[in-house]
């Protein structure tokens, strides 16, 4: 059974905020492999993350979403704008600066698969944070491993058996083990829940918000399915080809949901009832390209209800109430 807790965060300070973040990845071509576009995978890109808080991220396959969590950590180097974590902007950090900074800052990869070294041992991949941030002997790591292993559910013997041992669940469980190896403070959860059977995703989604309240984490929860999201995060961000077009309490957002997008992704959440009938999602169409977006409101050339305005002037980010922001041109 899939467990629901609601926190209280509204009271607590930001511990991150991301500013106008840009990140373009360049296109080239000719003789001479010349830049000639850019793929706008993250294009002005504002939001804060509150202290203990699971801020979800949702959105199609190409959205940005993935970029947008690995830039964040810098991961991959944005083109501009600000990663301000506890009031230092990590975008001007050296690479020496930046090393101390990643005990707090940590990532679960979607796929524990590929995110495992198949030749290393679970102590090796679970261990080598610690190895690489402390010095510490033999037997303070594994019991320190060993611990780790116990805290995510797994057995103390598992930290001598290989990944392919394991079921995917497991593996994603090993992952968590070695992204709190080191007591961070902000995870980034890319999806990892997207590979796992449905019974398994349960299993890991409650094991993520017992850690978060056990040893007080803040996530950034990446995810292309909205019915999860529904069940961890506190706020959702709605994320349309490289730009944010709503966020909101999650409550707030399911119940009163303002931009189309957001509209057509809520009525596409299957219902495992058949005798509740839901109707046709008003959204046709693949997501246009990155490298050329369209003018305007790039959410137009699939919206039902778009106008002329919407194709000419590109709508902001604004608070229509209640700390729930939407980018629609639209009388909402």
């Not at 190896?181 to 990892?192: G, H, Q, R, T, Y």
């Not at 961890?232 to 303002?258: H, T």
């Amino acid at each position: 059974m899939l467990l629901i807790w609601r926190k209280q965060t509204s009271m607590k300070e930001s511990l991150l905020e991301i500013k106008h973040l840009k990140k373009y990845f360049p296109v080239r071509g000719g003789i001479f492999s010349k830049t000639i576009s850019w793929v706008r995978a993250v294009d002005e890109v504002n939001f804060d993350i509150k202290e203990g808080e699971t801020l979800g991220v949702v959105g199609e396959s190409g959205c940005g979403k993935t970029t947008l969590g690995r830039t964040i950590l810098r991961l991959i180097e944005p083109t501009e704008g600000e990663i301000v974590y506890q009031g230092i902007d990590i975008v001007r950090l050296s690479e020496k600066e930046l090393r101390k900074l990643r005990r707090d800052m940590q990532i679960v990869f979607q796929d524990p698969y590929w995110s495992l070294n198949p030749r290393m041992s679970v102590r090796k991949i679970v261990s080598e944070p610690l190895e690489t941030h402390f010095k510490l002997d033999r037997n303070e790591i594994d019991n320190r491993v060993s611990n780790l292993l116990k805290l995510v559910g797994l057995s103390e013997d598992a930290m001598w058996r290989y990944p392919h041992e394991f079921s995917g669940g497991q593996k994603q469980r090993i992952g968590i083990a070695r992204a709190i190896a080191l007591n961070p403070k902000f995870i980034v959860l890319d999806e990892p829940t997207s590979a796992l059977d449905v019974s398994v995703q349960a299993k890991v989604i409650n094991l993520l918000k017992e850690l978060q309240e056990k040893l007080g984490l803040t996530y950034l929860f990446i995810s292309h399915d909205l019915s999860v999201i529904q069940h961890l995060s506190d706020r959702v961000a709605v994320m349309y080809l490289g730009k944010l077009v709503e966020v909101s309490s999650v409550d707030e957002l399911f119940l009163r949901p303002l931009h189309p997008y957001t509209q057509a992704l809520i009525e596409a959440i299957p219902v495992p009832d058949p005798n509740i009938r839901k109707g046709e999602v008003a959204v046709a169409g693949d997501v246009p390209s990155p490298e050329n977006p369209p003018p305007g409101c790039r959410f137009h050339t699939r919206c039902p209800v778009s106008t002329l305005t919407c194709r000419e002037k590109e709508p902001k980010l604004i608070d229509v109430g209640d700390n729930h922001l939407v980018a629609c041109l639209l009388e909402l």
